[in-house]
């Protein structure tokens, strides 16, 4: 069944709140009251087939941008970041004891913030020797780091390949310097080329690098030469955003002082347009789409596992203030302040701030609404694993969005149009239980 209907959507403004799905159930169901699940995940066996994976965050940033929501500090000093990394070993030790992670080797590796290349080469070097020794990544397919570009000199880049990174990510965002400086982020425009160049010369397995679209003050003009120059640089992966604003960002709380309701950035129909925009000249210079988001140059050869990994399944070991993890079907965060993180690992505490023990329906729903971000969701895939046919379970919500010209579907596969993939993050929500339909995602 398919449709080739193209009406255009309505114009939305951009308003305050988190359109991006990466979970589910949403982050708002998770509860405090739930921590016991968490010690009954680590007990459980690890025969399920499940890959691990580990998640540091590093939560320093030299500038904090104006549209960031995670939690990351601009004020600690050397001592205070030793003493947070110090702490996120003791984590890992604790963890790598417990049933479900002992004996096992993570399949990918994810170094996340915050800004990871804040730190310095040595003490990237000495973080990763003491997880390799806990938790040994020899077996590793995919490590991956953040980088900004303002962090990240040759000898940096150098460090960071040493220690086995093999994907190297730059949050590029814009190439304008004016449009940097405006949405406060803390590198500038000719950094860009310079960790470009010093991150080619190692030659990791993949280099990819982020833009955002509908950044403040962002302009046609200005669009139209991000994607220019990213087809200059030809990396192996393009990764672009739409630009949202949640609650807790410094463009929030200027919304809030001046009273005003719509965020003072391009619309939603524009930034779709953009991102489409990207897509086709991307597509025309030999890219291949693979997400709502992501681009790559050679789809044989670039993978996310990361990505990938955690959309069907893996269990996700998260280290660190504030970090997510999945374990045997409970999600888990940790508290969301270091005083409060390094106090429970110094008292020998679990510091899970919040948690959510979920059932076989409410899993496989979480990796339907994931899989359907890659723009293809494979139906045997739900009927091996969950006993589910996605067709007779949403045949109404299909049906509905087929008709609407968002994609198509037979009784193999589902395939999202590119209209549908520029907009995916709204369309999930139609196939969300109703008892987590909220407009709260976090």
Avoid at 305 to 311: G, T
Avoid at 347 to 362: D, F, I, N, Y
Wanted: proline share 4%.
């Amino acid at each position: 069944m398919s449709s080739t209907t193209e009406a255009e959507p309505k114009t939305n403004p951009t308003e305050v709140g988190n359109y991006f799905i990466s979970n589910y159930p949403p982050f708002s169901f998770w509860s405090p009251d739930n921590k016991k699940d968490v010690d009954d995940a680590f007990q459980q066996p690890h025969d399920d087939g499940a890959a691990l994976g580990v998640y540091h965050h590093i939560p320093f940033c030299r500038k904090r941008c104006h549209f960031c929501y995670f939690r990351v500090y601009t004020d600690k000093n050397a001592s205070e970041i030793k003493e947070y990394l110090d702490s996120t070993i003791t984590e890992l030790k604790y963890f790598a004891k417990q049933p479900r992670i002992a004996g096992r080797k993570p399949k990918f590796v994810y170094f996340g913030g915050g800004t990871p290349s804040y730190l310095s080469g040595k003490q990237l070097t000495e973080l990763t020797d003491q997880m390799k020794a806990i938790l040994p990544w020899d077996e590793a397919e995919e490590v991956a780091f953040e980088g900004e570009p303002g962090t990240l000199n040759p000898r940096k880049v150098k460090a960071i390949k040493d220690i086995g990174v093999t994907r190297l990510s730059l949050g590029v965002e814009n190439f304008d310097a004016r449009i940097l400086e405006l949405n406060g982020r803390a590198h500038k425009a000719d950094e860009v080329y310079m960790a470009y160049e010093a991150a080619k010369n190692q030659d990791f397995d993949q280099l990819n690098i982020d833009l955002i679209a509908g950044m403040l003050d962002e302009t046609e003009i200005n669009w139209q030469r991000n994607i220019e120059e990213t087809l200059k640089l030809r990396p192996d992966c393009v990764t672009i955003y739409q630009m949202e604003i949640p609650y807790n960002t410094t463009i929030y709380k200027e919304m809030q002082t001046s009273g005003a309701l719509v965020a003072p950035v391009a619309d939603w129909q524009v930034k779709r347009r953009w991102v489409k925009e990207a897509f086709d000249a991307l597509e025309s210079a030999g890219y291949t789409v693979t997400s709502g988001y992501t681009a790559v140059l050679n789809p044989d050869k670039t993978k996310f596992l990361y990505r990938d990994e955690l959309w069907t399944g893996a269990d996700l070991l998260g280290l660190g203030v504030a970090s997510i993890s999945h374990i045997a079907g409970v999600h888990y965060q940790n508290v969301n302040e270091i005083a409060q993180y390094t106090e429970a690992i110094e008292k020998g505490e679990l510091p899970v701030h919040r948690a959510l023990k979920t059932s076989q329906e409410e899993r496989m729903i979480r990796e339907f609404l994931l899989q359907m971000k890659l723009g293809h969701v494979a139906v045997s895939y739900f009927k091996i694993k969950f006993s589910v046919n996605l067709i007779e379970r949403y045949a109404e919500q299909l049906k509905e969005l087929a008709e609407e010209g968002f994609l198509e579907y037979d009784s193999e596969n589902i395939r999202l149009h590119r209209r549908g993939l520029l907009c995916v993050d709204n369309l999930l929500f139609k196939f969300f239980l109703p008892e987590h339909v909220t407009s709260r995602i976090v």
